[in-house]
């Protein structure tokens, strides 16, 4: 069985503002690292695609910032949007076939490496292309880990979800209190 985690890596608003939001929201904050913080909700592990862009939609809205929200799918497919002030600009599937029989391919599908860059200062985009578009990534949490890499994103992103964090599940080498927990 493969990982199952969702994330929202917030670029623009700071550990205490996002804990400060999120209130009594059950979540996990992460320090902040070169402006970059990442958030493991409670909610969004039942993998539920709305309320994933549903919270990513209203942190980037509210903190007028960037919010890369990640889904890892039983190590299968990696799925993101993004979302600058509130509005999504990207989605990237690596897998459309994972769940739609009749989808026209199994290609990784979207993904702008371009605006990607632009947003977290990456210099060259199409080391971001090959990550998203190689179809030798048989391990989704690999392919995030190569493009968490690539985009300078904190690796406390990669790999760990609400529940990982809760259950004391953190893979090797995991900082002890990178996160704080909201005032659930």
Not at 35 to 43: C, E, M, Q, Y
Not at 112 to 129: C, E, H, M, Q, Y
Request: charged share 20%; glycine share 10%; hydrophobic share 35%.
């Amino acid at each position: 069985m493969g990982s199952f985690y969702t994330s929202h890596t917030v670029h623009g608003a700071s550990q205490k503002e996002l804990l400060d939001w999120l209130g009594s929201r059950p979540a996990l904050v992460s320090k902040t690292q070169a402006g970059t913080t990442v958030v493991l909700d409670a909610a969004c592990e039942d993998q539920d695609g709305d309320k994933l862009a549903g919270l990513a939609a209203q942190i980037s809205r509210q903190f007028d910032c960037a919010v890369l929200a990640v889904l890892n799918h039983d190590d299968g497919v990696l799925y993101f949007e993004l979302y600058e002030s509130g509005e999504k600009t990207d989605e990237y599937n690596s897998n459309p076939a994972y769940f739609a029989e009749n989808a026209e391919s199994d290609e990784p599908s979207g993904g702008d490496t371009i605006r990607l860059s632009t947003v977290f200062g990456v210099a060259d985009p199409s080391k971001l292309d090959v990550i998203l578009r190689d179809t030798e990534y048989v391990v989704a949490t690999k392919r995030h880990h190569a493009l968490a890499l690539a985009m300078g994103l904190p690796l406390h992103s990669v790999g760990l979800g609400y529940k990982y964090v809760i259950e004391g599940n953190l893979p090797p080498g995991s900082p002890d209190g990178e996160y704080r927990h909201s005032k659930a």
